[in-house]
């Protein structure tokens, strides 16, 4: 038995019942839910998905509407240009695969915002190829398993992709089966401080474990601070223009946030990031919405 059988019989068992993991979800379905799911823990993405694919079940019903729509419908997951990289990305699915989502690899990472490791995702978990997706999960579970090391690092490289993709069977379809595996693994046993190794179909192999099991000094990304951040102040901002029924006004905007520097300087960035548009009139309304010709720049 090999670990990616172990892992295999280990998902078989205990995997999670998720929505996007069903036989009938779509390729689409799979790649929003790989969107969502990047920094937004599983419990906050699993109804936003499900409303999200109710009302947009394709790409073409995506790109018929404008990008303002994918902003409201994102609500507050956090980190919005994900909503607009979804509507791009459903827009270039229309125009240059018919609105069918490619199952080659090259033209996924081709697709707008469709970085490394969602494009191997997709690519695996739609269509079953054999592709090492490696995200913080795989990397702690093939660190720990394999290396003897209690963490990968903060960063994904190509040794990350290497060592996976060594561990993958070569049949394709078990091989896509040992990816989600060990994503799996790593999200719910496999953890960062408080693994269940007593759980683990790894624990009588797993190299760190043999070693004593000896955790890092201290995490290995520094947990990023919200509170008081710009990043506050723009969702600040973006609720009160999902909310509204037409352009808003400056005056409108200033009373989110106090320190007026740092709320200009969060409104100019939405702007730059093109989730807001500013109109001549000192108004302003979510990137879609604005009538032609009436958008300014700051």
């Known amino acids: ?11 078989a068992a205990n995997a999670r019942d998720l929505p996007w993991r069903q ?28 409303s999200w694919m109710t009302r947009w079940p394709t790409p ?5 509407d404008p990008p303002s729509e994918a902003i409201r419908m994102w609500g507050r ?12 990305c459903a827009v270039a699915i229309v125009e240059r695969h018919g609105g069918r ?26 269509y079953g190829q054999r592709h090492p997706v490696v995200d913080t999960n795989v990397r702690r579970v093939v660190s720990r398993a394999v290396e003897g ?18 561990l993958l069977p070569q049949d394709e379809a078990t091989a896509a089966k040992a990816s989600i595996a060990f994503m799996e693994l790593g999200a719910i ?6 693994p269940k190794c007593v759980d683990c179909p790894f624990h009588d192999v797993c190299a760190w474990r043999l070693t004593g099991q000896p955790l890092p000094a201290g995490p290995s990304r520094k947990p990023q601070r919200y509170a ?55 108004d302003f309304v979510l990137a879609g919405d604005a009538p032609a010709g009436d958008v300014q720049t700051l």
């Open 1 to 11: 038995m090999t670990l990616a059988d172990d892992a295999i019989a280990w998902y």
């Open 23 to 50: 036989p009938e979800t779509t390729p689409w379905g799979v790649l929003v839910s790989e969107v969502m799911l990047q920094q937004t823990p599983v419990v906050r993405v699993e109804p936003a998905w499900r």
């Open 60 to 64: 073409a019903a995506l790109a018929d």
């Open 189 to 194: 046993v496999c953890t960062a401080r408080a």
């Open 77 to 88: 997951l956090g980190y919005p240009r994900r909503a607009m990289r979804l509507h791009a």
């Open 228 to 282: 008081g951040t710009d990043r506050q102040v723009r969702g600040l901002l973006l609720e009160v223009l999902r909310h509204a029924t037409g352009p808003v006004p400056q005056q409108r905007l200033d009373v989110v946030w106090n320190d007026e520097l740092q709320r200009a300087r969060a409104l100019a960035g939405l702007v730059e990031d093109g989730l807001v548009e500013a109109l001549g009139a000192g």
């Open 101 to 126: 989502v490619p199952d080659d690899l090259d033209e996924l990472l081709a697709l707008p915002g469709v970085g490394t490791y969602t494009g191997r995702a997709v690519a695996t978990f739609a």
């Open 149 to 166: 090391r209690p963490d990968a690092g903060p960063a994904t490289t190509a040794a990350d992709l290497t060592a996976m993709s060594e």
